[in-house]
């Protein structure tokens, strides 16, 4: 019986694998293309893995990319393996936990192009691999990944520029961090009632659920908190991301025809990278394909969602 539940899944697999291989050939035609060499695409931590590749993908598609680094050495020379290539990217420094590097960041931005268009949200960190699940660097974990991506986002949104085919935020999430997922749950049905409820979702609950997590590992409870299982920490952080997501496209909807901001998530799968100790099962091309195409959209008011392989999951 399992074999042939195995065997299913695996064929579906690769069927869904041939789809989006199909889908990847098929060119962003002229006539949706709403970006020029104009638009610029803020992509963070793009020195390396799925953030270069998205950073990559991006300049190949025709936009100004400005790749993002908190080491300015090996930014630099990332930045310049593309333009080599002949791509419009620029460089500048952004660790996204450091406040004067943010604002200096701002700064700049405001100067070079006075604004942006596309925000991808990539930079990221886990320090759980295979069936490991310390909690020994949580702190770390959910202040890069949940308030890192927080702090970036409010500090761009004043610098999005006005655009008949709206701004575009993209956060690079994780399918471990689903609210409802079938597995890796929080175990509180009400804390998960509130969480998933656009009514009662706000900025103070996700804090709180982060921070009680976290207070939990300091005083060592966090075993019986009723916590994800697998990379603990991490999918906490995920989850967090992915409500904030939800929450930020219901307060930007307000925003008038032509200053419109469309925020979604996304999870990359399982990708070769050095996060995953260069396991995975899908290259950083593929882990990349998603975030491009949220970001570059056609006129189409997709926002507050969660994508898997360009498919719409729940959170
Ligand atoms: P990498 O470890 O290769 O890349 C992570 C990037 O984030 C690096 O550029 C890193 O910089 C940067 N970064 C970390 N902390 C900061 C910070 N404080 N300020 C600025 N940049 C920072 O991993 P991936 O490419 O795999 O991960 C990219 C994103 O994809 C992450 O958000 C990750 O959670 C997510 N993801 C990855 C999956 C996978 O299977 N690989 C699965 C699901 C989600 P530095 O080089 O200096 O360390």
Redesign the pocket.
């Known amino acids: 019986m399992m074999g042939g539940s195995k065997e299913r899944a695996r064929e579906r697999r690769e069927k869904r694998l041939q789809e989006i291989s199909l889908l990847r050939t098929i060119p962003y035609s002229d006539h949706q293309r709403w970006w020029s060499k104009e638009t610029i695409a803020v992509v963070?931590?793009?020195?390396?893995?799925?953030?270069?590749e998205i950073a990559r993908q991006l300049a190949t598609h025709g936009l100004t990319v400005v790749l993002?680094?908190?080491?300015e050495c090996?930014g630099q020379e990332a930045t310049r393996v593309l333009q080599e290539g002949g791509l419009d990217v620029a460089f500048h420094q952004?660790?996204?936990?450091?406040p004067s590097s943010i604002q200096l960041f701002v700064d700049w931005i405001r100067q070079t192009y006075e604004g942006i268009h596309v925000l991808v949200?990539?930079?990221?960190?886990?320090f759980n691999v295979g069936s490991d699940n310390s909690v020994e660097s949580a702190h770390m974990v959910v202040a890069?990944?949940y308030y890192?991506t927080k702090n970036i986002i409010k500090a761009m949104i004043p610098l999005i520029r006005p655009s008949a085919a709206a701004a575009r935020i993209v956060n690079?999430?994780?399918?471990?961090g689903r609210l409802n997922g079938r597995r890796n749950r929080i175990e509180d049905l009400n804390l998960r009632r509130k969480l998933g409820d656009l009514d009662t979702l706000t900025e103070e609950l996700i804090d709180r659920t982060v921070a009680t997590f976290l207070q939990q590992v300091d005083d060592g409870t966090w075993t019986s908190g009723g916590w994800p299982q697998t990379f603990t920490d991490?999918s906490v952080s995920?989850l967090a991301v992915n409500a904030y997501t939800r929450l930020m496209a219901k307060t930007l909807s307000n925003r008038p025809e032509g200053e419109k901001i469309y925020v979604n998530c996304y999870?990359?799968?399982?990708?070769?990278?050095?996060?995953?100790g260069w396991a995975?099962n899908v290259s950083?091309e593929e882990?990349a394909d998603t975030g491009v195409w949220l970001a570059l959209l056609p006129d189409q008011a997709v926002t507050g969602k969660f994508f898997a392989e360009r498919r719409e999951v729940s959170f």
Request: charged share 15%; with cysteine; proline share 2%.
């Open positions: 963070t931590g793009s020195n390396r893995g799925i953030g270069f993002t680094s908190r080491d090996v952004l660790d996204i936990l450091d949200n990539n930079a990221g960190v886990n890069t990944n890192g690079v999430s994780s399918r471990l991490y995920k999870c990359p799968g399982w990708v070769k990278t050095a996060m995953t995975g950083v882990g």
